[in-house]
């Protein structure tokens, strides 16, 4: 199970959730494709850094996902971040890996 979540920044690092996708289940040996996460309703972000990322759980190392290499690009709670409870707020512990993940996001100014 996997869902985009759209977190606030603070000083340059995640802090609060502001929207949660619906949830996409992926299944162990599925072709490999993009997948759309979508929310639910429009959401609205004002001019600003925000960060980007995926909440996953169910069974590891299902899921995957695009990057290159960029020192200390990606950031991570590997912590006790239960699922079914929703993404962790505020964002937590945090811990980086050498990777840029490669997620798109399609909006419309207004």
């Known amino acids: 199970m ?3 979540v759209i977190y606030s920044d603070r000083s340059g ?9 619906a949830t ?11 997948v759309t996460l979508s929310f639910p309703t429009p959401v609205l972000l004002l001019s600003g850094n925000y960060w980007l990322g ?17 020192s200390a690009a990606l950031r991570y709670n590997g912590g006790a ?20 993940m490669s997620i798109s996001a ?3 100014a207004g």
Do not use: C, E, W
């Open 81 to 100: 971040d239960l699922f079914s409870d929703g993404s962790s707020n505020p964002f937590g512990a945090m811990s980086t890996l050498n990777k840029q």
């Open 2 to 4: 996997v869902r985009g």
């Open 13 to 21: 690092a995640p802090d609060k959730p502001l929207a949660t996708s």
């Open 106 to 108: 399609i909006g419309t």
């Open 54 to 70: 995926l909440h996953t759980g169910g069974p590891k190392a299902v899921a995957r996902y695009a990057a290159k290499y960029m």
């Open 24 to 34: 996409v289940t992926v299944t162990a040996g599925q072709a490999p494709r993009k």
